[in-house]
């Protein structure tokens, strides 16, 4: 039973695929502690009195923000498989009219 049209089923599919692509390599990227993405990371304001607890604190952000995006590329499977089963009820509505 078709809830959705098949162009939004078919964007969905899409949207769907390279948000899985796009959030999978951050996470890769966050994970490997990445210089580029250190400007994102949610550290504590305010004055570093300790190295070690910097330190330690950056490893806890990074690998946060990597599960972070692993999570959120998990819910796009999700939408991906409800898009894939509307485009196929929507294609299977069209051929059996």
Same mark, same amino acid.
């Given at each position: 039973?078709?809830? *959705? %049209?098949?162009?939004? #089923?078919?964007?969905?599919?899409?949207? !769907?695929?390279? %948000?899985?692509?796009?959030?999978?390599?951050? %996470?890769?990227?966050?994970?490997?502690? #990445?210089?580029?993405?250190?400007?994102?990371?949610?550290?504590?304001? %305010?004055?570093?009195?300790?190295?070690?607890?910097?330190?330690?604190?950056?490893?806890?952000?990074?690998?946060?923000?990597?599960?972070? *995006?692993?999570?959120?590329? *998990?819910?796009?499977?999700?939408?991906?498989?409800? !898009?894939?089963?509307?485009?196929?009820?929507?294609?299977?509505? #069209?051929? #059996?009219?």
């Amino acid at each position: 039973m078709p809830v *959705c %049209g098949p162009k939004l #089923s078919l964007c969905g599919l899409i949207m !769907s695929i390279w %948000g899985i692509i796009q959030l999978s390599l951050m %996470g890769v990227f966050y994970y490997i502690h #990445s210089v580029a993405l250190a400007e994102d990371l949610p550290l504590p304001e %305010g004055e570093i009195k300790d190295p070690a607890e910097f330190y330690n604190d950056v490893d806890v952000a990074y690998t946060q923000n990597a599960y972070n *995006c692993w999570i959120a590329a *998990c819910l796009y499977v999700v939408t991906l498989a409800i !898009s894939g089963h509307q485009f196929w009820a929507n294609s299977r509505s #069209s051929l #059996s009219v």
